[in-house]
């Protein structure tokens, strides 16, 4: 019985996988995606029937833009000039080095903050909607000043701007990843409910987070020791690994692929620890099975880290779709009255 409820949940996961179609052709109202990576944010929009156009200045994160989304991702280095065509929706995810925990963390002083240059697109596109999504660090005291100082800049371009700490896992996504997401509109936009399903490694993972694939990387002896004093000197209690029966804790480009204390690893049966393949490092961000990455594992893995889960965005971007309309249908009536 055990091993069937495993398995339908797997089942339950993949088919939401699956409503991240391969993107054909372009369709719907335009979005402009900056600081785009390799277009997890975007899949999802494309998904849920936008068209996108994405700004990234890494060649290799644009090139598995350009491979696995219909939207072009132009090589760009965003700043205050950068000019953009005519669009309906606005949405990014500025650097998050400047705020995030790890790092030197040095906030709006960080020559990577982004956020002046996604100001001054809003500005010059006045899109209906747009929004910006960061770690969770943004929030936190040491920088609220600068959040709000951003929030207060986008307010004075006439939009109503709210902000959320989203958990991915409250939306289906097998991770524990927090971020911080700003959306600015005109009224009226609501921010999607959560899914009241939350799936876990085994779910996302299936059997395979049992066995070893072929070719696995196992950690090395030293990896080992450094973890367990590492565990030992901060007294875990659990250690941290993956658990299988519970959503990842929040993948990250340092997490993912450094020789780190946290470093993402699954325990095999006989004890030995291996570390996660790209494939299922994606699964765990939801991304679909078809999505292919640019460049060599580490690249992969770090475009993997950085980006937000395509299927929340999915999920996003349907609330953003309806807000559309029912903005479009109140111009419709308004012009039918004059
Ligand atoms: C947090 S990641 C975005 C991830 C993306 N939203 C996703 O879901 O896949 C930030 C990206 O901004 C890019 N970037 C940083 N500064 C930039 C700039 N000035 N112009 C263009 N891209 C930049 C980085 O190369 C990185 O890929």
Known sequence: MKGLALRSSNQDYLSLLAKLVKPEGNRGPLVIDLFAGCGGLSLGFEAAGFDTIGYEMDETYAETYNQNLSGECKVTFLDLETKYPKADIVIGGPPCQPWSETGKNLGEYDKRDGF???????????PRIFIAENVKGLSFDKNRHY?????????????????????MSDYGVPQNRERVFIVGHR??????????????VMDALGMAAKYAPKGATYLTDSEDRYIQSYEEKCQLKTPRDLHLDRPARTLTCRNLSGSTSDMIRLVMPDGRRRKLRVSEAARLQGFPDWFRFSGSDAKAL????????????????????????ESEHQELEVKALH
């Open 116 to 126: 002046p240059a996604f100001i001054k697109c809003v500005d010059r596109v006045r």
């Open 302 to 325: 770090n475009q993997i880290g950085q980006s937000v889960p395509p299927l929340f965005s999915y999920i996003l971007a349907k609330s953003v779709r309806n807000y559309i309309q």
């Open 187 to 200: 009224g009226g936009f609501s921010f999607p409910e959560k899914s009241g399903k939350v799936f876990t």
């Open 147 to 167: 959040l709000d100082h951003v929030i207060s800049e986008l307010e004075a371009l006439d939009y109503v701007v709210n902000q959320r700490i989203v958990r």
